[in-house]
């Protein structure tokens, strides 16, 4: 997976669709809680999905679209790895 | 052909209040109205018999004749009930037993507060009294900006019971969004919560209010629903606790239930619709017809009783709060929440479900959807055992969301209703002795001829523009600020002449069941919530970087209520650099709210425009549904038509 890549396309996404160009400084670390740190709620969380299921050509399981599974960077770019996502 | 979702059994239809009011009807009138079609029917005959009927047979309070019931002709004349003088508050708090549960307000951390019918009539009376001492009047405007807690309905109530206006917004509102509809009223009052918590995060609302406050020079006082006054107004600050202790010697008579009595049209509430120009139009509901049209759905359509507790999903700024609140008059128990849906979970609303025991469950295709999409599965995830009837409303219920319901909350009736601010109400409605067939609104409310125009002519049935074409009790009074009524004849008569057209495309079926297909207006409705393009144009009006924009929503199953906002600019120069693009975003996120933001923003180098020089969100809007453009001979360059849809495929 080209996790550079995808770690990219998301901050676009947050960027194009709520911080608007302000997502790289809110992300201070890769390891910090988007929801407490109010960087996306639970809906947006679910049109993110969407979009990276799009665009990532993967089909995440909706059992597993859990806080534990995608409430940070990591998290998120660690379950599309497992899932085998990739861009292009 | 229909495919049946749910059929009520016999002894639903047996003991529903539906069955019970026919047969009073059957009584008083010495007819018989032996199906739906023929109450129905009898329920829109001019004589307006079937509003009298319901008056007597709700037991509502009031003085005065009922009769004559209407006077006046034609819908956008018609005046009910002239001679009966009621109160809206007196009302709502004559709804239950006094040691019955009347409200039950959560919030984001579980339970906040829980009223019974005698806490809620001390409540409201003593804060009434306060407020009477402090100098509101009848006819005052008393505006809003507060969450969906319990405080903000006894304040509707105090402020409503001694005569005055309310008019709310949810605090997640801008401020430019808030004044551009409070500067219209001139309040005097101004009532506000000065934090909020949604999503996990505690947000403090002081420098919103106080920039509110600052913009409105008539205001007489801040009144704020928590421990302390807020800082920074110029204007003086109270305490509801403030308002409680000055209004104590003189309380007696509010606390012992006599509340003054006004006419049927007294403006009850103000609330606010954003079109396609110009400012938000202030629409005034009287108390009447506020009140008996709420009676009719919630107690006929809905069948709620006083065994049913009622969450219907909202904010203190959508009508829906109003339609919640007014359950309280037949004794039904009504949850409010203040939060995020799925905060701290994503279930965490189907949680707050299964905890109050709720019966009826108000929400919408988006949540639905939500739900669909995160893996909540609410029967799995909760015991909902209690829940009876699910209401949707805010966009189109479409057939897979029946299907969800079904697998995975319960094999409940699902009521698709709806209507909107304009009538505080539904056209459209469910009914406990009506079977449910997929995808479709189960029947036209009680009360309401609505019709469908195809191709220019009045029909029964069919798929076109929604009118209504005799009068309905809660059609608004009028429009704040428009003396000589033109803008309220221009919003809902001018386009066809004797009946109001609402807005709105629907399929009316031989049958009798309803389609809601949409917005037909070039209002937008984006997650469920009702866009005005104005206030988007307004709000844009000094970014440099562009010369003109037109907002439209175009169709996307993927999307949370399967629409996106587009928003197309014609840019000052050349293309549209993405840093500008985020500006034009970060503007209306700002200056509207978060729902205001387009999702997509595509450069074009014209928009629709008439011959007489007005912009056509209409002929774009077509354009991108790929329906026939209605008015393309209007337009003078219908060409850039095809150059919006092909910039829209292709970004």
């Not at chain 1, 676009?12 to 740190?37: K, M, P, R, Y």
């Not at chain 2, 209504?468 to 009524?485: E, L, N, Q, T």
Request: proline share 5%.
């Amino acid at each position: 997976m080209d996790r550079a890549g995808i770690r990219q396309l998301i901050i676009d996404w947050l960027d194009d669709n709520h911080h608007f160009g302000d997502a790289e400084d809110l992300i201070t670390s890769d390891d910090i809680s988007w929801i407490e740190h109010g960087i996306l709620k639970s809906l947006a969380f679910v049109e993110l999905i969407l979009f990276l299921e799009d665009n990532c050509h993967v089909a995440l399981p909706r059992a597993e679209l859990t806080r534990e599974n995608f409430d940070g960077m990591n998290k998120i770019l660690r379950k599309l790895e497992e899932s085998g996502a990739r861009l292009g | 052909m229909a495919t049946l979702f749910h059929e009520p059994d016999a002894e639903t239809i047996s003991t529903s209040s539906m069955t019970a009011f026919t047969k009073h009807c059957e009584n008083a009138t010495v007819r018989r109205f032996p199906t739906w079609a023929a109450l129905h029917s009898w329920s829109v005959e001019p004589t307006g018999r079937f509003w009298s009927e319901l008056l007597a047979w709700s037991g509502a309070l009031y003085e005065g004749n009922a009769e004559p019931v209407v006077q006046g002709a034609g819908v956008e004349a018609a005046q009910y009930f002239p001679g009966v003088r009621l109160s809206y508050t007196e009302n709502l708090l004559a709804g239950g037993e006094p040691n019955a549960v009347a409200i039950t307000a959560c919030d984001e951390t579980g339970r906040a507060e829980q009223l019974t019918w005698a806490q809620l009539s001390h409540r409201v009376s003593e804060l009434a009294a306060g407020l009477r001492a402090l100098g509101v009047e009848p006819g005052h405007r008393v505006v809003a900006v507060v969450r969906n807690a319990a405080d903000s309905i006894v304040a509707c109530l105090a402020a409503t019971g001694l005569g005055a206006t309310w008019s709310a917004t949810a605090p997640d509102m801008g401020a430019g969004a808030i004044l551009s509809r409070f500067e219209q009223l001139e309040p005097q009052w101004l009532v506000v919560h000065d934090q909020q918590r949604y999503g996990g995060q505690l947000v403090g609302l002081a420098p919103l209010i106080t920039e509110v406050t600052a913009a409105l020079p008539s205001l007489r006082a801040v009144i704020t629903l928590g421990p302390t006054a807020i800082e920074g107004p110029s204007t003086r600050c109270y305490t509801a606790q403030d308002l409680v202790a000055m209004g104590i010697q003189g309380a007696d008579d509010l606390l012992a239930g006599m509340w003054p009595r006004f006419a049927f049209d007294h403006p009850l509430f103000i609330l606010f619709s954003s079109g396609t120009t110009g400012a938000p139009k202030c629409i005034v509901h009287g108390a009447g017809g506020t009140l008996l049209q709420h009676i009719k759905e919630h107690r006929l359509h809905t069948g709620l009783t006083p065994r049913d507790t009622l969450y219907f999903h909202t904010t203190t700024g959508w009508m829906m709060w109003n339609w919640l609140v007014s359950a309280l008059a037949g004794g039904t128990h009504i949850v409010v929440y203040d939060g995020s849906v799925s905060s701290p979970t994503p279930d965490a609303l189907v949680h707050l479900l299964a905890r109050e025991g709720v019966t009826v469950f108000g929400t919408s295709p988006v949540y639905l959807q939500f739900l669909e999409l995160s893996g909540v599965r609410p029967q799995e995830a909760a015991d909902l055992s209690r829940l009876r009837l699910l209401l949707s409303t805010g966009a189109v219920l479409y057939p897979r969301h029946f299907d969800f319901v079904r697998e995975h909350i319960g094999p409940l009736p699902v009521h698709s209703i709806s209507g909107g601010t304009d009538i505080i109400g539904c056209f459209v409605l469910g009914n406990p002795n009506l079977p449910v067939y997929l995808g479709e609104s189960p029947c036209v409310g009680l009360g309401f001829d609505v019709r469908v125009i195809v191709d220019g002519e009045l029909r029964p049935a069919g798929v076109g523009e929604l009118v209504c074409c005799a009068p309905f009790i809660s059609r608004p009074v009028s429009f704040y600020g428009d003396p000589g009524r033109q803008r309220f004849h221009d919003a809902y008569f001018a386009e066809n002449p004797g009946v109001w057209t609402h807005g709105d495309f629907i399929e009316l079926t031989d049958r009798g069941t309803a389609r809601i297909l949409g917005r037909s207006d070039g209002i937008l409705n984006i997650k469920g919530v009702r866009i005005g393009p104005a206030e988007i144009y307004t709000a844009l009006h000094d970014v440099d970087e562009i010369r003109d924009a037109m907002a439209l929503s175009a169709e996307d199953p993927k999307a949370l209520g399967g629409r996106r906002l587009v928003l197309l600019v014609v840019p000052s120069g050349g293309d549209l650099e993405r840093k500008a693009i985020w500006k034009i975003k970060r503007t209306l996120k700002e200056r509207c709210s978060v729902n205001h933001v387009p999702e997509r923003v595509i450069c074009v180098a014209d928009l629709p425009t008439t011959h007489s020089g007005k912009r056509s969100e209409r002929a774009a809007q077509d354009t991108l549904d790929g329906r026939p453009v209605r008015n393309r001979d209007a337009l003078r360059n219908p060409a850039c038509l095809e150059a919006i849809l092909t910039a829209y495929r292709s970004a």
